[in-house]
């Protein structure tokens, strides 16, 4: 099978990490998760001094800052593995909020566009097919309802016995994270043109990978 660049967009807790692992795997294709790269972003500020409120100041710390993904997933950001910390509800929300700034978004866009200059990359986030490869062949916009993506969220964080877990504010979190993802100015959330709509609410794990296998297999024998 000829190699192409697959793009995956959709909202937060959609699976979109845990299926492009998958189909990565399945594929034997190199997988991006471009919201780590944002969450990187959002604990070097909350480690520094910086105001989340500060674009100018917050670019000036990413000339100076090293983030490097894995081929096993393990999230580096100047040399130390910050895999664990990039994932509390705190940086999740921060990343949301920087991730606004349009000169923090050149400046990750760029690295990811570096990275994946060959193909056989599957990247996720929020711009790819719209912005960051819009060339991809193949383009996913996976979502689900509110209700199930905080219900995955809820069974995970008590499967990895976090203690501190409301259902209630998972589903607030994340409509809130939603609105700011789909409303910000630059590159907001949105489904490009060409991506095929997959709604993963009544989906299992290997459904959602089923359907996005058919999908990709039927765009590289056309
Ligand atoms: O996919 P995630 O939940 O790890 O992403 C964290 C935040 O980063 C998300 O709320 C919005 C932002 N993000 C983005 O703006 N563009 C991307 N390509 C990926 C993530």
Do not use: W
């Not at 949301?96 to 866009?109: A, G, K, M, P, T």
């Not at 969220?153 to 409509?175: F, H, M, P, S, T």
């Not at 095929?196 to 996005?212: F, K, M, W």
């Amino acid at each position: 099978m000829k190699k192409i660049n697959i793009a995956i967009d959709g909202p937060s807790a959609a699976g979109k990490s845990t299926i492009s692992k998958r189909l990565a795997k399945e594929l034997n294709y190199v997988h991006l998760d471009t919201g780590a790269m944002y969450r990187c972003t959002a604990l070097k500020v909350l480690q520094s001094n910086i105001s989340l409120e500060d674009e100018k100041a917050i670019c000036e710390m990413l000339k100076d800052t090293k983030i490097v993904i894995t081929p096993d997933e393990k999230v580096f950001l100047d040399g130390v593995d910050v895999s664990k910390e990039i994932r509390t509800d705190e940086v999740s929300m921060v990343a949301s909020n920087i991730s606004q700034f349009e000169n923090v978004r050149e400046d990750l866009v760029h690295r990811q566009q570096e990275m994946a200059k060959d193909k056989g990359f599957i990247m996720d986030g929020r711009d790819i097919g719209t912005v960051v490869l819009k060339d991809a062949e193949v383009k996913i916009f996976l979502t689900a309802s509110v209700e199930a993506r905080a219900l995955r969220r809820y069974n995970q964080n008590k499967n990895l016995g976090i203690l501190d877990n409301d259902l209630e504010k998972i589903k607030k979190d994340i409509a809130q994270r939603d609105y700011q993802d789909t409303h910000r100015e630059h590159s907001p959330l949105k489904q490009a043109d060409d991506a095929v709509l997959v709604d993963s609410s009544d989906l299992s794990i290997d459904e959602v990978v089923e359907t996005i296998m058919n999908i990709i297999k039927g765009k590289v024998s056309e």
